[in-house]
């Protein structure tokens, strides 16, 4: 038997909608017995002569001072040596503990997060596991566009939409109506508070979407795109990421529920390229088949995680501070959102409708039937010097990047425009 057919063995018995839901290059996937697993065997060996960086001989890494100097308060062993594949153990613990901390404390059984480059790269290893041309991946309307280039890059998967927001409130019907078409392989993309919309859901919408969810045929991907996970600044929001709830409830024999988040936005870390990617309800044998898989992915694409990025990460972590900070800067995006959604509602009766938005960093505006959205962001910014995103039916403000004095200033040229 090929480690490829012992893996997929294992899934079949233990983990029977991930083995059903796995892509023909998913189920190919096997981590190779190469220099990475060799030279994990090898570590703590007498002598190691396994793997080519250059250390002192001893384990200990041999950086230029020309680079060092700046960050020799990091961690040298996470920050100039190559990272395990799947990101450095104290690092992944580190993640979901506190992942299990702001979520407050759920039982619920979850894997160690891999460490992927990026949240970018964690849905793209989720494309490459899962996603081919016999799949239907489910999306709001509207949407971040670069799920559509993630999932059908290497696949011609089928794309299906659901109405977002219907009468100022979520669409969980039309979510429910498309989930209940599909008859064959599905993946979900839940992304709340999200990119465009700004939206979290309450905790009765959550449950509409569990039970709409609890009615597919399978098997079922579900990904939590949990990008902007924190950033709420309303009381009437459900209080914790949706993977948790979908993971407690949802069927493993049936779904697979993912989640996908990082230092991105969670730790305002635009620039590390730091992502994790967890997963449910799988333990033992069929989590270290999954594991294999998806360090299969990683290491052909990406080879391993960035380390002085993820030395930054651990040490914030680390740190008592981190939590606070966090909260002093949410504080001062939700003043942001407070001054914008007061100054939104001039808007009333024009041609720009604000959407429903309490999180994340973006405000949605529908744009009325008969006006195009990409000529609205144009005037806005040749005549007004402002700019927008246009979408196709409407156009986004990310009130992230602006100063809470020119809040009202974008307010009154967005008047101007929607008379």
């Not at 190919?28 to 703590?44: C, E, K, L, V």
């Not at 309450?202 to 039970?211: I, M, N, R």
């Not at 299969?296 to 680390?318: D, K, N, Y």
Request: proline content about 6%.
């Amino acid at each position: 038997m090929t480690e490829t057919d012992r893996l997929d063995a294992i899934l079949a018995r233990d983990a029977p909608a991930v083995a059903r839901a796995l892509s023909p290059l998913g189920r190919r996937a096997a981590f190779p017995r190469g220099i990475p697993w060799q030279s994990d065997q090898a570590r703590g060996a007498r002598i190691n002569a396994t793997i080519g960086q250059l250390t002192d001989g001893r384990g200990n890494p041999m950086p230029l001072d020309a680079l060092s100097t700046g960050v020799a308060d990091l961690d040298p062993q996470m920050t100039w040596l190559y990272a395990p594949v799947e990101g450095p153990r104290a690092l992944r613990q580190t993640w979901i503990d506190r992942q299990r901390r702001v979520a407050g404390g759920p039982a619920t059984r979850v894997s160690l997060p891999v460490v992927t480059h990026g949240l970018t790269h964690s849905l793209s290893v989720l494309a490459s596991l899962f996603c081919d041309d016999d799949t239907t991946v489910l999306l709001p309307d509207p949407v971040w566009e670069n799920y559509h280039l993630l999932f059908g890059l290497n696949a011609a998967p089928r794309f299906a939409s659901w109405s977002f927001f219907r009468d100022g409130r979520l669409d969980v019907g039309s979510f429910s109506d498309e989930v209940a078409k599909v008859r064959g392989k599905l993946i979900v993309i839940l992304n709340f508070p999200g990119n465009p919309s700004g939206y979290m859901p309450t905790s009765a919408e959550v449950d509409e979407l569990v039970a709409a969810l609890q009615r597919a045929h399978g098997p079922v991907v579900v990904v939590c795109d949990d990008a902007y996970q924190g950033w709420v600044y309303a009381d009437d929001v459900h209080p914790r990421s949706l993977f948790w709830d979908l993971a407690e409830r949802l069927d493993p024999e049936k779904f697979t529920v993912w989640k996908v988040d990082g230092a991105t936005k969670e730790l305002l870390f635009f620039s590390s390229r730091v992502g994790f990617l967890t997963h449910a309800n799988t333990s033992g044998d069929a989590e270290d088949a999954l594991l294999s898989k998806t360090k299969t992915i990683i290491r052909g694409t990406v080879g391993s995680p960035s380390g002085p990025a993820m030395a930054l990460i651990q040490r914030g972590l680390s740190n008592g501070e981190v939590e606070r900070q966090f909260s002093l800067r949410r504080q001062e995006l939700g003043r942001r959102w407070s001054a914008l959604a007061i100054g939104l509602e001039r808007l009333s009766g024009s041609i720009l409708t604000p959407f429903p938005f309490n999180g994340a960093f973006f405000a949605l505006l529908a744009v009325a039937d008969g006006h195009d959205p990409e000529r609205i962001r144009l005037r806005l910014l040749h005549d007004h010097s402002v700019g927008v995103v246009a979408f196709p039916k409407a156009i986004r403000l990310a009130y992230c990047s602006l100063h809470a004095d020119d809040i009202p200033l974008l307010v009154d040229r967005l008047v101007q425009v929607a008379e």
